[in-house]
C-alpha cells in the first residue's frame, strides 16, 4: 500500500481538485483507494458528498459527527484511543474518510503533544499518530491499494501529522510567484519534520504502537491552471513556468541547480495540466470528474 499526500502551503493551486481527479482515476484503473480528508475546510468531502448528506454529516445538533472528528472524540477527551473512522462508500473503489470543520479544533492537542514526545509520554505519540492509525485501521478494513490525503495549505500541527503519515508527497502548484516561494518555504519546513520525527521516535516508550516514519518522499510536481495559448504558456505565466525547475530541484530535492528552465522536459514534473474553465463547475455540480461528464 503506498500513501501519497498532496501539499503546498500556497492555496488556490487545485490541489483538492487534482486529488478527487486521481482517486477517481485509479478506482476506474480498479485500484482500491482509501481517501482521507484531513483538509479543515472538508473541500473534499463536499466534493464527493451531496449537500443533504453533509447536512447530516455535520449537523449542529449531533455532538457525534459521522466523520474523521468521531475517531478523534476519545482521544481529545482524554478518555481512550482512536476509534475506527465512520468512512463512506463512494463508487466500487474509493472509500472516504469524511472532513470536519471542526478538525481545526484538534490543532492545539497535536501541538502540544508534539512538544511532549520528547518527554516519552506515551498519550502524546498517540495524539501524533493519531490520523497515521486512523489511516492504518481504515486502510485495512478495505484492503486499499492506495491512501490519498488532502492536508490544508499551512505548516500547522494538523498537516504536519498528515504529512508525516505519508509515503510520498505531491506537489501541485500554479506557474507564479506565491508557488515559487511555497516551494522555497516546504523543502527546508518538510526536511525539519523528518529529523525532528526522527528524533521522537526513538523515545517512543510504547513498542507496540504503530507510528509513521514520515518519509514525505517527493514525487514530484504538478503544474496546473497552466495558460495555454498555440501550445504554449502565455506569457503572464512563462517567466515563473522557468523558475520551477530549479527551483524545486534546490529546495525539495537539496540537489545542485542543473539549469533547466522547461517544465515539459522535466523529470520532476508529473504534468501539466491546463484549465478547463466550464467543465470543472459543471463536474463539481454533477459531483464527477470530468472524464465521466457525458453530453446532454
Same mark, same amino acid.
Given at each position: 500500500m503506498r500513501t501519497l499526500a498532496f501539499f503546498n502551503n500556497k492555496g488556490g493551486v487545485g490541489k483538492t481538485t487534482l486529488l478527487y481527479h486521481l482517486a477517481w482515476m485509479f478506482s476506474d484503473m480498479g485500484k482500491r483507494v482509501l481517501v482521507a480528508d484531513f483538509d479543515p475546510q472538508a473541500n473534499l468531502t463536499s466534493m464527493f458528498l451531496p449537500e443533504q448528506e453533509l447536512e447530516k454529516l455535520w449537523d449542529p445538533d449531533n455532538e457525534r459527527h459521522q466523520s474523521v472528528m468521531a475517531s478523534l472524540r476519545p482521544i481529545i477527551r482524554g478518555l481512550g484511543d482512536i476509534e475506527p473512522a465512520p468512512c463512506r462508500s463512494i463508487g466500487r473503489n474509493i472509500l472516504l474518510i469524511p472532513g470536519d470543520l471542526g478538525l481545526s479544533n484538534f490543532e492545539s492537542n497535536l501541538s502540544e503533544a508534539w512538544g511532549k514526545c520528547l518527554d516519552r509520554q506515551e498519550p502524546a505519540f498517540r495524539i501524533t499518530s493519531?490520523?497515521?492509525?486512523?489511516?492504518?485501521?481504515? =486502510?485495512?478494513?478495505? %484492503? +486499499?491499494?492506495? @491512501?490519498? &490525503?488532502?492536508?490544508? *495549505?499551512?505548516?500547522?500541527? !494538523?498537516?504536519? =501529522?498528515?504529512?508525516? %503519515? +505519508?509515503?510520498? @508527497?505531491? &506537489?501541485?502548484?500554479? *506557474?507564479?510567484?506565491?508557488? !515559487?516561494?511555497?516551494?522555497?518555504?516546504?523543502?527546508?519546513?518538510?526536511?525539519?519534520?523528518?529529523?525532528?520525527?526522527?528524533?521522537?521516535?526513538?523515545?517512543?516508550?510504547?513498542?507496540?504502537?504503530?507510528?509513521?516514519?514520515?518519509?514525505?518522499?517527493?514525487?514530484?510536481?504538478?503544474?496546473?491552471?497552466?495558460?495555454?495559448?498555440?501550445?504554449?504558456?502565455?506569457?503572464?505565466?512563462?517567466?515563473?513556468?522557468?523558475?520551477?525547475?530549479s527551483t524545486f530541484r534546490e529546495k525539495i530535492l537539496e540537489l545542485p541547480k542543473d539549469g533547466a528552465t522547461s517544465t515539459v522536459n522535466d523529470s520532476n514534473c508529473l504534468g501539466l495540466l491546463k484549465h478547463y474553465r466550464s467543465l470543472m463547475p459543471m463536474a463539481m455540480e454533477a459531483r464527477k470528474p470530468i472524464f465521466h461528464l457525458k453530453p446532454a
Open positions: 493519531s490520523l497515521y492509525r486512523i489511516i492504518l485501521q481504515a =486502510a485495512a478494513d478495505f %484492503s +486499499a491499494n492506495l @491512501v490519498l &490525503i488532502d492536508v490544508g *495549505p499551512n505548516f500547522g500541527a !494538523i498537516n504536519r =501529522a498528515g504529512l508525516i %503519515s +505519508a509515503d510520498s @508527497v505531491i &506537489i501541485p502548484m500554479a *506557474p507564479d510567484l506565491f508557488s !515559487i516561494q511555497g516551494l522555497r518555504n516546504l523543502g527546508p519546513t518538510l526536511k525539519t519534520w523528518r529529523g525532528e520525527w526522527a528524533t521522537r521516535l526513538s523515545l517512543n516508550p510504547a513498542v507496540d504502537l504503530a507510528l509513521p516514519e514520515a518519509k514525505m518522499e517527493p514525487l514530484g510536481y504538478v503544474v496546473i491552471q497552466f495558460g495555454i495559448r498555440d501550445s504554449r504558456p502565455v506569457s503572464a505565466y512563462e517567466k515563473w513556468a522557468r523558475r520551477i525547475p
